[in-house]
């Protein structure tokens, strides 16, 4: 009876250190146990995993510069091997991936935390448990295959890796290692391009490609988001252009316009003129503001809301003491330097003045009260 006891006791125990033991999951330090699983204290009977959150995981943002130049892929290294090892341009391919995904492309299960890489994941022996996902050399071949044989029609193995016994390379360099200051070759973007839309009224749409880069201060992922090397490089483009419904030609301008409401701020007959703030805004800026970029005045990114143009919301309030009337143009006679300004410039934008509050026979600027500095 007192064995039975013993045992009883034993297997109770055993139960609840079994509950108690938490599993340490490699590379998901600091990830909570309810980011997988629906219940208190997950079993291998009753696991309670929900639907796989990583999409929602991933949380790398991080620039090409962080990363390394040149990653030498070499885990493989055997004597019956062929092939040497291969030197990846990382940094090359992360500035590309910048308008396809970024990093998640090929870091597609990146935990919350540092990058981590390809072997973090992928087993290297192609004997393992878990089949459904590809061991090292499969994920590698995988993922730089199926993205190089999208545009170049081809990918054989001497793309990547040199036959062992034929280099001629003294320093025994891997293939790509001479790229690894390259980077990608600049490309010349358009200063505006003009679409002809099968519209019957307002059917010309003039994108001023410059303006949205330079002015706006837009980076080319805010708009070439998921795109691939096939666009650019594919050989038979003919074959890869996709008929795109009216949403999706839309789609793009829609993360800051209103493609929806006044289509005719777009659609025109004739092709329409670059942006004049004063024209658009009735804010002329030309004469102080014009070398300022949008986002100075305009700092909520992507944002060009209108802001109230009375002067002192971004300089205060303007004295006699503190504003330096030369700026203008215009340095003041010692009469009017002693005038509020308000007494001039009734206008709270400090527009043309007005002379007629003391004079009856005089106005600017056919009388200037002072003298000119630079031509107006």
């Known amino acids: 009876m ?32 309810k980011t997988c699983h629906s219940c208190e204290v997950p079993t291998k009977e009753n696991p309670c995993i929900k639907p796989c959150p990583r999409d929602k995981m991933i949380s790398i943002d991080q620039s090409p510069e962080e990363g390394p130049e040149v990653l030498i892929i070499d885990k493989f290294k055997e004597q019956s091997d062929i092939y040497a090892p291969v030197a990846f341009t990382h940094r090359l391919h ?4 910048g308008m396809s995904g970024g990093c998640k492309m090929c870091h597609h299960y ?6 981590i890489g390809c072997s973090d994941c992928h087993e290297l022996t192609r004997k393992r448990v878990d089949v459904s996902k590809p061991d090292l050399k499969g994920a590698y071949h995988r993922q730089c295959m199926d993205c190089h044989r999208s545009w170049s029609g081809k990918v054989e193995c001497v793309s990547c890796h040199e036959t062992i016994g034929t280099s001629k390379n003294k320093k025994k360099q891997p293939i790509g290692y001479k790229g690894k200051n390259r980077v990608h070759p600049k490309i010349i973007t358009p200063d505006k391009i003009k ?9 010309i749409v003039t994108f001023y490609h410059s303006e949205h880069n330079e002015l706006f201060g837009l980076e080319c992922q805010s708009c070439h ?3 691939s090397c096939v666009k650019c490089h594919n ?24 493609t929806k409401l006044n289509c005719s701020s777009c659609h025109l007959d004739t092709a329409k003129p670059g942006f004049n703030h004063k024209v658009s805004t009735g804010f002329d800026n030309s004469k102080f ?3 300022l970029l949008c986002a100075r005045c305009h700092t909520e990114k992507g944002k060009f809301k209108g802001l109230n143009n009375e002067c002192m919301n971004c300089h205060g309030k303007w004295t006699q003491e503190n504003f330096n009337h030369k700026i203008t143009g ?18 709270k934008t400090f527009a043309k003045p007005v002379c007629n509050n003391c004079h009856d026979d005089i106005s600017f600027p056919k009388n200037i009260p002072g003298k000119l500095t630079k031509k107006k």
């Open 94 to 97: 992360a500035e590309m991936s």
């Open 2 to 33: 007192k064995s039975k006891l013993l045992l009883l006791i034993f297997i109770c125990a055993s139960l609840l250190n079994a509950q108690n033991k938490k599993v340490v999951h490699p590379n998901l330090s600091g990830v909570s146990c």
């Open 195 to 203: 679409f002809d839309t099968p519209k019957t009224s307002g059917r």
């Open 225 to 227: 988001s998921n795109e």
């Open 235 to 258: 050989k038979n483009k003919s074959a890869s252009l996709k008929v795109k419904t009216t949403e999706q030609k839309h789609a793009v301008c829609s993360n800051c316009h209103n």
């Open 289 to 291: 503001h014009s070398k």
């Open 110 to 115: 990146n935990p919350p935390g540092q990058v």
């Open 330 to 347: 215009l340095v003041l006679d010692e009469t009017h330097a002693a005038i509020e300004c308000a007494e001039c410039h009734l206008d």
